[in-house]
């Protein structure tokens, strides 16, 4: 039997106090990969950011429940400890701190014990190397004049170097080239098999699952479950779209 790792029961969510998502339910097991889909603005990504705790999204109805605990009260400190991880659509530069500080800072705190130098360097230029990132990069400011593509290929080695339980990637192949889309699916893949972990994968097309095995497909319309399925169900709204579902 299966190993539940998320459960998320009956979830609405206010946002200024507007409702943006209508009793969302959805389990995600051990090892599985799922993706979201939808319509721009159905609510996605609020989804994505509501599990990982972002403070903005209110919690009016439901529950979120991560390895075996009710989290849906805690903040996104606690939940990164616990073994989520969230890639952001967007990813934020940060002045006044390197991309080596921050990887080994997060580590730091995941763990609470203190990262040795040397193994951090030997395993972060190791993973650099899968994702064909210049390792001058590790000595600039995080994410501080980087192309959309490094942007994407830093927050992948965070995931290979944190190795989450659970991995929530909101848009992540977005505005990548061809190449690039190539290199952070490797990526991708090499965590789900180093790490055993989960994915829920939020995306608007198939590049990014390329070398992943999809296990289920939820799709949200209007802030509310529309459809499941399988990974064929991605397919078929790549040829249909979103219509049958609204």
């Not at 790792?5 to 209508?22: A, F, P, Q, R, W």
């Not at 705790?53 to 996104?76: A, L």
């Not at 606690?78 to 530069?93: H, M, V």
Request: glycine content about 10%; charged content about 30%.
């Amino acid at each position: 039997m299966a190993e539940s790792l998320l459960s998320v029961k009956d979830l609405s969510v206010n946002v200024e106090g507007k409702e943006i998502l209508h009793d969302i339910s959805l389990d995600i097991n051990k090892g599985e990969t799922h993706v979201i889909m939808g319509p721009n603005g159905a609510g996605k990504s609020t989804l994505g950011l509501t599990i990982m705790g972002h403070p903005k999204y209110e919690v009016s109805k439901g529950s979120i429940t991560f390895d075996g605990e009710d989290v849906t009260g805690t903040d996104v400190n606690e939940r990164s400890k616990k073994g989520l991880f969230l890639s952001f659509q967007a990813p934020i530069e940060v002045p006044g701190i390197t991309l080596s500080e921050f990887v080994r800072n997060a580590l730091q705190q995941r763990s609470e014990k203190r990262v040795k130098f040397w193994d951090f360097k030997k395993e972060v230029e190791e993973n650099m190397k899968l994702l064909n990132m210049d390792e001058k990069y590790l000595q600039r400011d995080l994410n501080v004049g980087f192309s959309g593509g490094e942007k994407k290929k830093a927050e992948v080695l965070q995931l290979l170097m944190l190795k989450p339980k659970l991995a929530i990637l909101d848009e992540t192949d977005s505005g990548l080239d061809v190449d690039a889309v190539k290199t952070v699916s490797m990526g991708i893949s090499e965590y789900m098999k180093r790490c055993g972990g989960a994915l829920l994968i939020i995306t608007h097309n198939t590049r990014i699952l390329q070398s992943l095995e999809v296990d289920k497909t939820h799709v949200i319309v209007k802030g509310a479950l529309a459809g499941e399925g399988d990974g064929s169900l991605v397919g078929e709204i790549l040829d249909g779209g979103f219509s049958r579902f609204e």
